[in-house]
């Protein structure tokens, strides 16, 4: 049986519950802060007390992973959570995972996306837009170095720059083709493209960040 909250720490887990459940991220402390009127140490102080007493638990690199917990104690599947690092810049000829960039974290739903090693890239312009992925919003990767014919992917054009298009191997050349009448399709050598990822979803920007 886990020990008793006080009134202060119910509040925050009712608070922290609903905030996961109308946006599907955790907030951030900041905004943990600004929406209960109290301090920063006070939210960190309120995460340690109910991971102490088992109402939720911290996973991950930098511990930043929150998972509430059910009754049991047992990951709730209804409430099964994971970090995923926003990657801001890609660095040629390192994994995903191994990145150092990164531009915060995304809190994103464990039972849709299962993958090892995720990684978010935000978007920017609208050449895809056409199949809902638009200025600011977060693309969910799992890590690939291939990719199969009409996938969208991300990939590094030249060792520079990481770009979002539906993927083509022809021929004499690889096609990145974007969602957009507007922009036209971009034609490539074989090795001036590497895939990074494939998009496995898309959360709509801009994100909390926790």
Not at 58 to 84: K, N, P
Not at 131 to 153: F, K, T, W
Request: hydrophobic content about 40%.
């Amino acid at each position: 049986m886990r020990p008793e909250l006080t009134l202060k720490q119910k509040r925050f887990l009712v608070y922290l519950e609903q905030e996961i459940d109308r946006k599907g991220n955790a907030p951030s402390l900041r905004k943990a802060a600004a929406d209960l009127d109290i301090s920063h140490a006070a939210v960190a102080q309120f995460v340690r007390a109910l991971e102490k007493k088992g109402y939720l638990k911290r996973d991950g690199r930098f511990s930043r992973t929150i998972y509430l917990l059910g009754r049991t104690s047992q990951m709730a599947a209804t409430q099964r959570w994971r970090e995923v690092p926003i990657i801001g810049k890609i660095t040629a000829g390192l994994p995903m995972y191994a990145q150092q960039e990164w531009d915060g974290t995304v809190v994103v739903d464990g039972d849709v996306y299962r993958g090892q090693n995720l990684f978010a890239l935000r978007v920017k312009g609208d050449s895809m837009k056409d199949v809902g992925i638009l200025p600011s919003d977060l693309v969910i990767c799992e890590p690939r170095q291939y990719a199969q014919n009409g996938e969208i992917v991300v990939a590094l054009i030249n060792n520079e720059e990481a770009t979002v298009k539906r993927f083509f191997l022809r021929k004499d050349h690889i096609e990145l083709r974007p969602e957009n009448r507007a922009y036209p399709s971009m034609r490539y050598g074989f090795g001036e493209v590497l895939i990074q990822g494939k998009v496995i979803g898309v959360q709509r920007g801009p994100e909390q960040l926790i």
